[in-house]
């Protein structure tokens, strides 16, 4: 009915479910009452459009089920369907509908544009879901991703100009094909900055968190912060900030972070004591240290380079890989807990890990040539594919379909 897959589907479904309700009542009353076949389709078919549509709540929970392609092409249909699929409300249930299906986006290596992949969960296969090259950016250097919320990727482009370093920053969304770059911040001068992505229980609320330097005084590194707001938009100093975050291993910017729990989380740093820096949605930094690593252990038992702070089932996590095994810490009340020592089956100085993220109970490592998934609960690895070309500087992070737009409004004009 309406040229576009999974449609025709929605329709029989609807009037399926939207006869049986009607009936349900005189159904029970009769006991079941047998019908022919033709009795029943003359009986759904004497539904008018005006039934449909007056179940609204029905009308767009059946509609959330859909894909985002599929959600597009019903804006064609008429102006009661349009509006009906474009306001918060129901880009809150679509975006909950989605989180059933969970995925993860890859970007598998840095190119001119940025080529994006879904991997399903249990099938795993790269599958093209999108590229994003959006006009204006800086051609001269590549897009990378940094962060995923909510259906929309965080991406960073990088600027350099002598002694000031700083970088576009793009939201974009790869189902709508949507992108917003960000206004441009404060020049950052000597370092580049860091930047860290934190999204409210609202939806369309979130924020970006760039920490810049503005120069050097007599201790070094002045070091600020400033925050753009889906809300205003337009970025707000809020002062300094105590440390600057560090390069992750093989990670080509400061910008590796996590969010959880309300709060961005930075490595600053891995000497003993290690530090950790964060925020909260508040604005409100703060620092905290690494788990303790005796002195007297071997050189490669301690904390190593290849250290990466995870979301792991909702708590903050330490993985922490050595030679040929891993630690995994959990933040709980205050303190941190060792959790997990396993065996590493790739870290044979032959397979280097290049990504590192987690999803839920699950934990994915991105080597040279393919990937490994870590399921925590069970405690066993898995092998996976990889793309049909080597791995060049990998992000992935898990990912799900949704309709918001990129600049967090409430209403979804798409295209």
């Avoid at 800086?138 to 482009?157: D, K, P, R, T, W």
């Avoid at 309300?262 to 925020?279: F, Q, T």
């Avoid at 252990?297 to 903050?316: K, P, W």
Wanted: charged share 20%; net charge negative; with cysteine.
């Amino acid at each position: 009915l309406l040229g576009s897959d999974g449609c025709l589907v929605f329709v029989s479904s609807f009037f399926w479910s939207l006869s049986d309700g009607y009936q349900g009542q005189q159904e029970t009353n009769k006991k079941k009452m047998v019908e022919t076949r033709a009795q029943h389709r003359r009986r759904v078919t004497s539904l008018t459009w005006d039934d449909v549509e007056s179940k609204q709540d029905v009308f767009r929970d059946i509609l959330s089920r859909l894909s985002v392609r599929s959600i597009r092409s019903v804006k064609t249909v008429n102006r009661y369907w349009r509006d009906s699929v474009r306001d918060k409300h129901f880009a809150t249930i679509q975006l909950a509908q989605s989180r059933k299906k969970p995925s993860y986006i890859a970007c598998p290596r840095v190119n001119n544009a940025m080529e994006l992949y879904l991997l399903k969960p249990g099938e795993f296969d790269f599958r093209h879901h999108a590229t994003v090259d959006p006009p204006g950016r800086n051609a001269e250097h590549h897009m990378l991703m940094i962060a995923s919320f909510n259906g929309l990727v965080c991406c960073i482009n990088q600027l350099s100009d002598e002694n000031e370093e700083d970088y576009q920053i793009w939201i974009c969304n790869p189902a709508t094909e949507q992108t917003l770059l960000l206004p441009q911040g404060r020049p950052s001068f000597w370092t580049e900055p860091s930047i860290g992505v934190a999204y409210g229980p609202d939806m369309s609320e979130y924020k970006i968190f760039r920490i810049v330097s503005d120069g050097e005084n007599g201790a070094g590194l002045h070091i600020e912060c400033e925050v753009y707001s889906s809300s205003t938009g337009a970025w707000r100093i809020i002062g300094a900030v105590p440390h600057l975050p560090m390069y992750v291993f093989l990670i080509p910017h400061r910008s590796s972070h996590v969010f959880v729990g309300g709060k961005i989380y930075w490595l600053v740093s891995l000497e003993d004591p290690g530090i950790i820096l964060y925020v909260d949605m508040e604005e409100r930094f703060g620092v905290m240290e690494l788990p303790y690593y005796s002195p007297d252990l071997r050189y490669e038992d301690r904390i190593t380079d290849c250290t990466y702070l995870i979301n792991l089932g909702g708590s903050l996590s330490l993985v922490v890989l050595h030679v040929d095994y891993f630690d995994i810490w959990e933040w709980k009340e205050a303190s941190w807990v060792p959790v997990i020592e396993d065996y590493l089956p790739f870290m044979n100085f032959s397979e280097i890990v290049l990504f590192l993220t987690s999803s839920e109970k699950e934990i994915l490592c991105v080597t040279e040539w393919q990937w490994w998934t870590y399921h925590v609960n069970t405690r066993k690895w898995e092998e996976r594919g990889g793309p049909p070309t080597q791995f060049t500087n990998p992000a992935m992070f898990p990912f799900t379909e949704s309709l918001l737009p990129c600049n967090g409004g409430v209403r979804l004009e798409g295209r």
